[in-house]
Nanobody, 124 residues
């Protein structure tokens, strides 16, 4: 599956944004989907995941209550809705797909397919 992430940019603290991950080549219902983020010098960090049918979601503690992962099977997309942006949300955000995982979360090594990343910068 090929993934294309979009929606990043420069945002003000307190605002909201929606990142989108569009898939081609395969239907996303075959995959556990997730969003990760990465800042320079740090490992890629799991932020949100969703199961194949959307029945379960997982979130990193640092984003619970502010991030929502959504899948639209008709559009073959998985979005990440972010509210209450904070400067510490500044990162490159990646969407990822795993064919072998069960549930709705995993580490970066569990995901074989990645989008190209979209930069989110939050100014205070």
């Amino acid at each position: 599956v090929r993934l294309q992430a979009s929606g990043g940019g420069l945002w003000q603290a307190g605002g909201s944004l929606r990142l989108s991950c569009a898939a081609s080549g395969r239907t996303l219902t075959d995959y556990v989907m997730a969003w990760f983020r990465q800042t320079p010098g740090k490992e890629r960090e799991f932020v949100a995941g969703i199961s194949r049918r959307g029945s379960s979601t997982s979130y990193a503690d640092s984003v619970k209550g502010r991030f929502t992962i959504l899948r639209d099977d008709a559009k073959n997309t998985v979005d990440l809705q972010i509210h209450g942006l904070k400067p510490e949300d500044t990162a490159v955000y990646y969407c990822a797909a795993s064919w072998r995982l069960r549930g709705s979360s995993g580490s970066a090594g569990d995901f074989a397919s990645w989008g190209q990343g979209t930069q989110v910068t939050v100014s205070s």
